[in-house]
């Protein structure tokens, strides 16, 4: 049994990744019909597969390679069918770290219910902000150019 509880947690660790998404011109255009590709100031990190146990760790090893972070870092989680106890830790520090630096946190395209309702019963929509946790990607983009107004005029 243990052996087994082993085996699914290195299998669910394998099937999910964490990516930097170095977003061409080509590739924003081609999502959102933005010709000139992603504004300056934004960063992309993506998500893809379950959001526990190894993978939650992997994600926050990756944030952490970020140096200078940009004002506005938005995480793209369509790809995140569920997430546990584990994972909404790791998002609640990552949150935490990025607040700490003076950059906004993003988590865009959560479309799936459980991983929603979860961010809910956390509190996390509360402290990241209902207007920072959008369902499409050009949301997400629209609301870190509203952020980085905010920024300018201050």
């Known amino acids: 049994m243990i052996l087994a509880a082993f085996l699914f947690m290195r299998k669910m660790m394998q099937a999910s990744s964490v990516e930097h998404a170095d977003l061409s011109a080509e590739d924003v255009a081609d999502e959102l019909s933005v010709p000139d590709g992603l504004p300056e100031g934004i960063d992309v990190f993506e998500i893809n597969g379950p959001m526990f146990f190894g993978a939650a760790y992997k994600f926050k090893d990756t944030m952490r390679v970020i140096e200078d972070p940009a004002p506005v870092l938005i995480i793209r989680m369509r790809h995140v ?52 946790v959008t369902d499409t990607f050009e949301k997400a983009i629209q609301r870190s150019n509203d952020i980085l107004q905010d920024i300018k005029q201050h």
């Open 81 to 132: 069918p569920v997430i546990d106890a584990t994972g909404i830790r790791v998002l609640r520090e990552v949150h935490e770290e990025i607040k700490n630096r003076g950059s906004k946190l993003i988590l865009s395209e959560v479309t799936s219910e459980q991983v929603m309702t979860e961010l809910r019963k956390a509190r996390l929509v509360f402290h990241i902000g209902k207007a920072n």
